[in-house]
């Protein structure tokens, strides 16, 4: 699948724009069999620094469990971005068409007392009204082991960016 097979010309998709200030997601991890084994939220901050757009991730999981990313994402060309975060190896590539982002991406996703590496095959698609729905299918040795979903809304006012990540945990 491509992005253009499925893309559609409105609501034109750009992350810098649909991101920029808060956005809450709810989503689950789904097995290679369906089951779900974790449910979480992620409330998320996006802004501008220096060029660059940065995506500042909580997530909370259902069993109480923490976890917090930094994107910092830059657009290259007309169509693509490219962004790096801690537990992301190397760099995602991605490529939006119309309300359709495909992002590539690998990383250290910690499984139990270790940590496996795993391949990212994340798409988005804006829909109206401002809902972002999201499916990542999530790989390891080139099996396919689950996937995730997540739906995306968008908070009221646009923010600025958080001091640190101490005062952005006090706050949640």
């Known amino acids: 699948m491509t992005p253009e097979e499925i893309a559609r010309d409105e609501p034109r998709f750009r992350i810098e724009e649909y991101f920029l200030g808060k956005t809450r997601a709810y989503g689950v991890f789904e097995d290679r069999f369906g089951k779900i084994r974790r449910q979480f939220v992620v409330d998320i901050l996006g802004y501008d620094d220096d060029g660059t757009f940065v995506l500042d ?7 109480g469990e923490r976890e917090q990313r930094t994107w910092r994402i830059r657009p290259i060309g007309e169509n693509g971005y490219e962004g790096t975060a801690d537990d992301i190896v190397g760099t995602a590539r991605g490529v939006v068409v119309g309300n359709t982002l495909n992002w590539h991406y690998q990383m250290d996703l910690k499984v139990g ?13 804006l829909q109206d009204d401002g809902v972002l729905l999201n499916r990542a299918y999530v790989s390891r040795w080139g099996f396919q082991i689950g996937s995730v979903s997540l739906a995306f809304r968008k908070e009221d006012a646009p923010s600025q960016p958080r001091a640190d ?3 952005a945990a006090q706050t949640r």
């Not at 991730?57 to 069993?63: R, S, T, V």
């Not at 391949?119 to 698609?125: H, S």
């Open 113 to 125: 007392d270790g940590t496996w590496r795993v391949r990212f095959d994340d798409w988005m698609l």
């Open 57 to 63: 991730e909580d997530f909370l999981y259902a069993d």
């Open 165 to 167: 990540a101490a005062s």
